[in-house]
């Protein structure tokens, strides 16, 4: 997987500078009409609720969801837009250095914990089918930016979905295409960390 990573880290670069993809235009009544109730965390994840009012009730996103709220990117979920999100588990945050999760929530990294979770959103609906339909013709990983400016690659190995974070962390989606009002949900094993 070293050399994939490697190739989509060249990717990232080319991406990163220039040429965007427009997510494939979906009509948003006949997802919601067509998606069966998927759990997570314990709770039915509803198509025709928000990314927000989704993740509220995950026993598995606490402090995702707690820092969505703390940093006040709860209110742009919620928004109208289209949004695909990368969410990582409580188990994903438990893998970062000891004592960083319990740093970032303070107040005084807030714009720190802001920048990293807006790193996990991609403006637009990508379905795990997309990214690995666009991973493959750009010969085996894409790029594309975050809400918060930063990129993430996306890589198929094995018929799975890997994302990868600036820092070439690959985090794999667990649970893939979980439709939301406003968007897309996919649950990733890593916490996505900007350079």
């Not at 970062?96 to 990293?116: K, M, N, Y």
């Not at 089918?129 to 809400?147: D, F, I, N, W």
């Not at 690959?170 to 916490?191: C, F, M, Y």
């Amino acid at each position: 997987m070293t050399g994939s990573l490697i190739k989509t880290i060249a990717v990232l670069g080319m991406l990163a500078a220039g040429a965007g993809h427009a997510p494939m235009a979906a009509s948003q009544d006949a997802l919601v009409e067509a998606s069966p109730i998927i759990r997570i965390g314990g709770a039915e994840m509803r198509p025709d609720r928000n990314i927000i009012e989704n993740l509220v009730n995950s026993d598995d996103h606490t402090l995702f969801f707690e820092g969505l709220t703390s940093t006040g990117l709860a209110s742009t979920l919620q928004g109208p837009g289209q949004f695909t999100v990368f969410a990582p588990t409580d188990l994903a945050f438990r893998k970062l250095p000891r004592g960083l999760v319990d740093a970032l929530f303070t107040p005084e990294e807030s714009s720190a914990l802001r920048r990293i979770l807006s790193a996990h959103v991609v403006l637009g609906r990508y379905s795990a089918e997309e990214l690995l339909a666009l991973a493959e013709r750009s010969g085996g990983g894409v790029a594309l930016q975050t809400l918060s400016g930063d990129v993430l690659g996306f890589q198929a190995v094995g018929g799975l979905l890997y994302v990868v974070d600036e820092r070439l962390r690959p985090g794999r989606a667990t649970i893939r295409d979980v439709p939301q009002s406003n968007g897309i949900l996919h649950v990733v094993d890593s916490v996505l960390v900007p350079q």
